[in-house]
């Protein structure tokens, strides 16, 4: 359910610019998340990886991360789940699911602004990485006690079908929420 004041945006509408309206003169650096989708007999499964080095190492994560220069989000969103899992994904195959702002008062140059997609296209079976150790939740039990905080915000949502828009402001701790504004719709 969204907060009061929450960020409400119209069918088809984006967050004004890249980083969105939300990041005023803060410097927001751009990443994608994708989430790989599929059904089962015990309901749909999302596929989320054990983050074994860098930001979060420790954590569930999704699948995702830096922008390249040059490149657009779907682009890097396709790259980085092969590169994280082996699998390849088509840009046509991407199901836009929102964008979250990603602010970290005590650390700034950490802030992200992040696309997030889904699909239930892909080729090849997902594999173990240097970064990721991929494993498929059923959509209906994630594993939000093992993730970032800020995902039960958000994760519920974007793997229902909708479109989430946020933007989540983490304590001075860096892993604790301090505030999320945002809102959500079915597509």
């Known amino acids: 359910m969204p907060s009061a004041g929450a960020l409400i945006r119209k069918p088809g509408e984006r967050l004004g610019g890249r980083c969105g309206r939300y990041c005023g003169s803060m410097s927001s650096t751009p990443v994608t998340l994708c989430f790989l989708l599929r059904d089962c007999a015990a309901g749909p499964q999302v596929l989320l990886g054990l983050k074994k080095t860098g930001f979060g190492v420790g954590k569930i994560v999704g699948l995702g991360g830096h922008v390249e220069p040059g490149e657009s989000d779907a682009q890097a969103a ?3 789940v092969y590169e994280e899992a082996g699998v390849t994904v088509l840009e046509e195959d991407l199901r836009d699911a929102g964008l979250i702002e990603f602010v970290f ?3 700034p140059e950490w802030n992200m602004s992040t696309r997030i997609f889904t699909t239930r296209h ?7 990485s240097s970064e990721i150790v991929p494993e498929w939740f059923l959509a209906s039990a994630l594993p939000l006690d093992r993730m970032w905080q800020d995902a039960e915000h958000w994760l519920p949502a974007a793997v229902d079908g909708g479109v989430v828009e946020a933007v989540i402001t983490l304590n001075e701790d860096n892993e604790t929420v301090a505030s999320a504004e945002y809102s959500s719709r079915g597509v």
């Open 78 to 80: 396709c790259r980085e």
């Open 105 to 107: 008062p005590a650390r």
């Open 122 to 128: 892909w080729a090849g079976d997902p594999v173990e």
